[in-house]
Nanobody, 115 residues
Framework: QVQLVESGGGLVRAGGSLRLSCAASGIIFSVKTLGWYRQAPGKQRDLVASITGPGTTRYTDSVKGRFTISRDNAKSTVYLQMNNLEPEDTAVYYC?????????WGQGTQVTVSS
């Protein structure tokens, strides 16, 4: 069974920072591409950042320069460091990977940024 467990969300003022963590089990973590998606109320779930097994990262334009995705293979954990947060970043953030042809999702963690 694949499990992705997020933590680190919360309430922060605009300009503040949070670090999200996603602990994975049931996969060969080091070879997996993982990512962070987010979904605001009434909106679709969109990819924010991804990282490949070898460590190549990609970001959606709105978070470039502010967010950093990283991974610790020894801990089977992927992180999203979020700096200079904006109210538009408010959403539920989901950890993601593709496993045996299907999407695997974490339970989600709420990030709320006040203006």
């Amino acid at each position: 069974q694949v499990q992705l467990v997020e933590s680190g969300g919360g309430l922060v003022r605009a300009g503040g920072s949070l670090r999200l963590s996603c602990a994975a089990s049931g996969i060969i973590f080091s070879v997996k591409t993982l990512g962070w998606y987010r979904q605001a109320p009434g909106k679709q779930r969109d990819l924010v950042a991804s990282i490949t097994g070898p460590g190549t990262t990609r970001y959606t334009d709105s978070v470039k320069g502010r967010f950093t995705i990283s991974r610790d293979n020894a801990k089977s954990t992927v992180y999203l460091q979020m700096n200079n947060l904006e109210p538009e970043d408010t959403a539920v953030y989901y950890c993601w990977t593709l496993h045996m042809g299907s999407n695997a999702w974490g339970q989600g963690t709420q990030v709320t940024v006040s203006s």
